[in-house]
């Protein structure tokens, strides 16, 4: 089965903090990953992908197939990264998302 | 530069009522898609359509239908809207689909809110 799970509803750090937003995808075939981000009163928006092996805003997200996982960090956080997180996985047909994880930085 | 727009931003109707959901997009995608987004729940895909006048049943399409009559435009339909309708629907189109470099990299609308009384 195609599933991307997102462990965490809510996660809180303060500024300065790393950041590392958790997620674990099932996939039979060679996965393509994403990362999209909503940021308050914003639509949704593309933040990255895995084959663009990029840094975004600091963020960086590295496919380990291993274990299934394509976290997404940040080594210090900032106040202006409090969002939702979507990770998703490209199904072929579709992206398949998971629930979201809602970064809140405190100053 | 909006390029996914979604012609109503809140709506509230009562139950029974038929509601039409608009979508256009200006950067001729082949692939446009409606979703639901719901606390707790993520994204869940409703209809997804690769081409004028096809459609795909998503993963949540019960009490829903679209209409793609022309490429730029995909209209989300709910024949009789309940309450558990009630939600935010996000449009959103792409260039193409499939596997490979640029697949399925989304480009959404502002979002509808729906109220269902």
């Known amino acids: 089965a195609q599933r991307v799970t997102q462990p965490e509803k809510l996660l809180s750090v303060f500024k300065g903090a790393p950041v590392e937003l958790k997620c674990n995808y099932s996939?039979?075939?060679?996965?393509?990953l994403f990362w999209y981000v909503q940021y308050s009163r914003q639509r949704l928006q593309l933040l990255l992908r895995h084959i663009s092996r990029e840094s975004i805003k600091g963020f960086t997200a590295d496919l380990n197939k291993g274990e299934t996982s394509f976290h997404l960090k940040k080594p210090f956080a900032q106040e202006e990264d409090s969002a939702m997180y979507y990770c998703?996985?490209?199904?072929?047909?579709?992206?398949?998302f998971g629930t979201g994880t809602r970064l809140q930085v405190f100053p | 530069d909006v390029k996914v727009t979604q012609s109503s931003r809140y709506l509230v109707k009562r139950t029974g009522e038929k509601v039409f959901l608009e979508c256009v997009q200006d950067?001729?995608?082949?692939?446009m898609f409606w979703y639901r987004q719901d606390p707790g729940l993520g994204l869940r895909l409703i209809y997804f359509s690769y081409d004028v006048k096809m459609k795909e049943k998503g993963d949540i399409p019960e009490g829903y239908s679209v209409s793609r009559e022309k490429k730029e435009r995909f209209s989300l339909i709910l024949e009789s809207a309940s309450t558990n309708q009630t939600s935010m629907y996000l449009c959103?189109?792409?260039?193409?689909?499939?596997?490979?470099?640029?697949?399925?990299?989304?480009?959404f609308g502002a979002g509808s809110r729906l109220t269902v009384l």
């Open positions: 950067m001729d995608h082949e692939n």
């Open positions: 959103a189109s792409s260039l193409f689909g499939g596997l490979g470099s640029g697949a399925n990299v989304l480009t």
């Open positions: 998703a996985l490209n199904g072929a047909d579709k992206l398949i």
């Open positions: 996939y039979s075939g060679s996965p393509e």
